[in-house]
């Protein structure tokens, strides 16, 4: 079976300060994508990245894989209260073909205004 | 471009009754589509995926089934539900670069 791990698993700061969500597996991942959710709604994608070692930004998010390709992390910038909610990284693993995402287990922001 | 929608939005169903979730997917032929549950606040435990029309594979043994009967439509259902069946359960269709697309939800009470 293979894992993704997401920590942390709750995270509550206040506006204007920084974070970084990470997403650890022991399985090499073909690309892995981050989403994020509101309450009640589906998973929006933010992100994919497929290459070890890639940097992608989008506004104040980075997002970072490892040059193994078996990591990645988040990175908020002077967060506001505009990006709570829940984060989930999903993986596509080599074994798997391109047919299943594995999802990690989400982290949940709060920003307090 | 492409649009992904889940009816109904909220469904409050009975011990023991029967269950029918729809999918349908507009924009694209032939995706891979997927059916996941969801427990409060936490990540997608992915129930059943389909890589064509009648192809159904099943992640978990359950109390649940899933049909394709169309290229873009797919269907969660069961006979009887139990009150473990509770929770939000999202529909996805599969983009060129294996990211996956989601539906609005269906928030299902089980009573």
């Known amino acids: 079976t293979q894992l993704l791990e997401q920590s942390p698993q709750f995270l509550s700061i206040q506006e204007g300060e920084n974070l970084t969500v990470y997403c650890n597996s022991s399985?090499?991942?073909?690309?892995l994508q981050w989403y994020r959710q509101e309450p009640g709604e589906g998973p929006v994608l933010l992100v994919t990245?497929?290459?070890?070692?890639e940097v992608k930004k989008l506004k104040r998010l980075t997002f970072q894989f490892g040059d193994a390709r078996k990591d990645s992390s988040l990175h908020i910038t002077a967060a506001q209260p505009g990006d709570t909610g829940l984060y989930l990284c999903?993986?596509?693993?080599?074994?798997?073909?391109?047919?299943?995402?594995?999802f990690g287990g989400g982290t949940r922001l709060m920003v307090k205004p | 471009s492409q649009t992904i929608h889940q009816w109904p939005a909220t469904l409050v169903q009975p011990v023991g009754s029967p269950l029918s979730l729809e999918c349908t997917v507009e924009g694209t032929s032939n995706p891979n589509l997927y059916w996941y549950r969801q427990a409060a606040g936490r990540g997608l435990q992915l129930l059943f995926y389909?890589?064509?029309?009648?192809?159904i594979s099943s992640e978990v043994p359950q109390n649940l089934s899933a049909s394709r009967p169309q290229d873009r439509q797919f269907i969660l259902s069961s006979k009887k539900l139990l009150l473990s069946d509770s929770g939000f359960y999202l529909c996805?269709?599969?983009?060129?670069?294996?990211?996956?697309?989601f539906g609005p939800g269906t928030r299902l009470t089980v009573t």
């Open positions: 999903a993986g596509d693993f080599d074994s798997n073909a391109g047919n299943m995402l594995t």
């Open positions: 996805a269709w599969r983009g060129a670069s294996y990211e996956q697309y």
């Open positions: 399985s090499v991942f073909s690309s």
């Open positions: 389909s890589v064509g029309i009648g192809q």
């Open positions: 990245v497929v290459t070890g070692g």
